[in-house]
Nanobody, 120 residues
Framework: QVQLVESGGGLVQPGGSLRLSCTAS????????MGWFRQAPGKVREFVAA????????YYANSVKGRFTISRDNAKNTVYLQMSSLKPEDTAVYYC?????????????WGQGTQVTVSS
């Protein structure tokens, strides 16, 4: 079973940028579509972005489109989320997971997540 570890979160001012990483162990990610999700306090976990196994296609939630970029390096077994123009409403714990490319739903286990806080 693939084990996922998210990193790169932190405290950033509104308008700032962060890059999150998701590294896998136990299985190569190169055959799987991957996605990022987030969960704010008191809210349900929501989809953020997904990338096809080959990296040639991506999909974003409307709330982050144009500000976030998902990418992957299959040689490093790592998926990234570059976040720019961050807003306070982006504050959440961010998780990565394998996703079903048909509907971008989570498929399998979650990592521990990484906290992103956008505040002045």
């Amino acid at each position: 079973q693939v084990q996922l570890v998210e990193s790169g979160g932190g405290l950033v001012q509104p308008g700032g940028s962060l890059r999150l990483s998701c590294t896998a162990s136990g299985r190569t990610l190169s055959s799987y579509a991957m996605g990022w999700f987030r969960q704010a306090p008191g809210k349900v976990r929501e989809f953020v972005a997904a990338i096809r196994y080959s990296g040639d296609s991506t999909y974003y939630a409307n709330s982050v489109k144009g500000r976030f970029t998902i990418s992957r390096d299959n040689a490093k077994n790592t998926v990234y989320l570059q976040m720019s123009s961050l807003k306070p409403e982006d504050t959440a714990v961010y998780y990565c997971s394998v996703v079903n490319w048909r509907d971008y739903s989570n498929y399998g286990s979650w990592g521990q997540g990484t906290q992103v806080t956008v505040s002045s």
